[in-house]
């Protein structure tokens, strides 16, 4: 009977050592796989990019995790967040010079807009925690320098090509969509973005291999025989220089009536602001100007109307400034369509 007491009893001993091992190894798993996957989520932060101050002096701002109340002001800002599926971070928007292109319309629609820039004020009550804009909106007279927000934990960013860094260029625009997917770990689709743009590119790149460089202008009418030339340091000139043109005014200022007909360009792109009653006026403005009838590019009807955001700070809309471009420069590359 002790015998079989003691074999009894050895045998629970066992079975319960055994089923306190499986226990334990079974919330150990759980305990590492909860820790993979913390890691797995804070692994792209902290983020550090460098942006800049009202003293165009480079700051380096560091992001903990992905904003979450974002206010985007100006066309460029709002686009570019659109364009990597962000709206449901962005609290308020304002400053559109145009409506927003029309794949991002309905995404849009949901969102708060200012039909003036709201105030410093306006924005504190936000409670934003990034602000995505231009140079010209952090002075004194509209939101303040960065300095202002970041002693209260408000990152910022300033588009590069708004007037903070001289020359313009496409880099720069590429850099600032990148920047972006960093900060709201959306590397993937900013990437394919700027890889788009650089196919456009290389598209025109190859098609004028071997072919003689069109001698180009890029413009804009302020007045009557009266000029503002976007040159080589612009964004629309840099696209030209990258796709083959020869910039016949290189430099950025003013030019006249006597200026362009000495340049002669083949081909003319006139910028505009947006609407419709602009471009056509823009257009006039060169083909019906009697002092400029001598001019290559209006006897051949080469001058192409290229909308103002195409060519400044230009966000998503590089691609259509590279499109825009390339096609009034080779238009047999786009079918003549």
């Known amino acids: 009977m002790k015998k079989i007491i003691s074999m009894v009893l050895a045998g629970l001993m066992a079975f319960g050592i055994t089923g306190c091992s499986n226990k334990n190894v079974k919330d150990t798993s759980k305990s590492e796989t909860k820790v993979e996957d913390s890691n797995k989520k804070s692994s792209h932060y ?80 936000l409670q934003p925690d990034f602000i995505l804009s231009w140079y010209s909106l952090f002075d004194e007279k509209r939101f303040g320098d960065v300095g202002f927000w970041h002693e209260r934990s408000i990152n910022t960013y300033m588009s590069q090509n708004s ?75 840099d696209i030209a220089k990258k796709v083959g043109a020869d910039l016949v005014a290189k430099s950025n200022g003013k030019i006249g009536n006597e200026d362009l007909v000495k340049l002669n360009p083949d081909v003319i792109f006139t910028v505009y602001y947006g609407k419709e009653i602009e471009r056509d006026s823009a257009l006039k403005s060169i083909m019906e100007n009697p002092a400029l009838s001598s001019v290559s590019a209006i006897n051949s009807k080469r001058v192409n109307p290229i909308m103002l955001s195409e060519v400044y700070s230009s966000g998503i809309r590089t691609l259509d400034g590279i499109k825009t471009i390339s096609k009034g420069l080779y238009p047999e590359l786009y079918g003549n369509k």
């Open 163 to 237: 007037g903070v860094i001289s020359p313009n260029t496409l880099q720069n625009e590429y850099d600032d969509i990148l920047n972006m997917g960093k900060v709201f770990d959306v590397e993937d689709k900013a990437n394919k973005i700027v890889s788009t743009m650089k196919d456009e590119i290389e598209k025109a790149k190859d098609f004028v291999k071997g072919k003689e460089a069109v001698r180009a202008v890029i413009l804009e009418v302020q007045k009557d025989g009266v000029y503002r030339i976007y040159g080589e340091d612009s964004i629309g000139g």
């Open 46 to 125: 902290p983020v550090t990019i460098t942006t800049y101050d009202y003293a165009k002096k480079p700051v380096e701002v560091t992001f903990e995790k992905s904003p979450e109340k974002v206010i985007a002001v100006y066309q460029n800002s709002i686009e570019t967040l659109l364009a990597l599926g962000l709206e449901d971070k962005i609290i308020a928007t304002a400053g559109l010079d145009h409506e927003v292109k029309d794949e991002y319309k309905d995404a849009f629609s949901k969102l708060k807009y200012y039909e003036k820039l709201p105030t410093k004020e306006e924005v504190i009550g």
